[in-house]
């Protein structure tokens, strides 16, 4: 069975204070697609990116950074210097084919970044 | 463009409406998702379109039912709903192709239904 675990449901941070969002999946798959979306109070679902389970490659662009690591089946995602505009929902998601099928999304972390 | 688009924003409507949510993409994706999320929880899938056919449905009420007249449209017609059946419904499109290219989903902002 797929699962997206998510254990963080809140965090608050202070404006410029980094923070970095867990995400722990399980699938017995050994090619799949890993992606983060952020939800703010307009309700649309922002893709911010993917990764496949074959391409460990880290990335940093501008100040978001994501840490990928299948021997601990995490895909974390973090904010330097968080701003106000982060304030939102963030989802870890997971997709086993590049076709048709659902994406299993994580429970959610609500990030709030207060000025 | 990365634009998916949901029409109407907001909809109310009494539990004997029929009424019809729309979703529309110029992307060229082939393959389109109806998700329905509720308030701080996580988007639910119902149903998904590839190539303009039915794929998945995922066991949803036949008071929804989705309709796909062309790759760029994708239609959820609503009737005789619940009060439960309140909730923002997104629509999303991939390109559903291709090893490891264009496997992510972009989505609408949604439509924020209450039946009353």
């Known amino acids: 069975a797929q699962k997206v675990t998510q254990a963080q449901t809140e965090i608050s941070v202070v404006e410029k204070e980094d923070v970095t969002l867990d995400c722990v999946y399980e699938?017995?798959?050994?090619?799949?697609?890993l992606f983060w979306y952020k939800q703010p109070p307009s309700g649309e679902l922002v893709f911010l990116i993917r990764?496949?389970?074959?391409?460990?490659q880290n990335e940093i662009s501008g100040r978001y950074s994501w840490n990928f690591q299948k021997s601990t089946s995490s895909f974390n995602f973090t904010i330097t210097a968080s701003q106000v505009v982060d304030s939102a929902v963030y989802f870890c998601?997971?997709?086993?084919?590049?076709?048709?099928?659902?994406?299993?999304f994580g429970t959610g972390t609500s990030l709030t970044v207060i000025p | 463009d990365t634009e998916v688009t949901q029409t109407p924003k907001h909809l109310v409507m009494g539990m004997t409406n029929k009424k019809s949510l729309k979703c529309e993409q110029h992307?060229?994706?082939?393959?389109m998702y109806w998700y329905k999320q509720k308030a701080k929880k996580p988007p639910e899938l119902m149903f998904v379109?590839?190539?303009?056919?039915?794929?998945i449905n995922e066991s949803v009420p036949s008071r929804f039912s989705p309709e796909c007249p062309n790759s760029s449209l994708l239609n959820l017609h609503l009737h005789a709903l619940q009060p439960e059946d309140s909730a923002l419904y997104l629509c999303?499109?991939?390109?559903?192709?291709?090893?490891?290219?264009?496997?992510?989903?972009?989505f609408g902002q949604g439509t924020r239904l209450t039946v009353v």
């Open positions: 699938t017995r798959d050994t090619t799949y697609y």
């Open positions: 990764r496949n389970s074959f391409d460990e």
């Open positions: 992307m060229g994706h082939r393959a």
């Open positions: 379109y590839s190539y303009e056919k039915l794929s």
């Open positions: 998601a997971l997709k086993l084919t590049e076709f048709g099928n659902q994406f299993y």
């Open positions: 999303a499109s991939s390109q559903g192709r291709g090893s490891g290219v264009g496997t992510e989903a972009f």
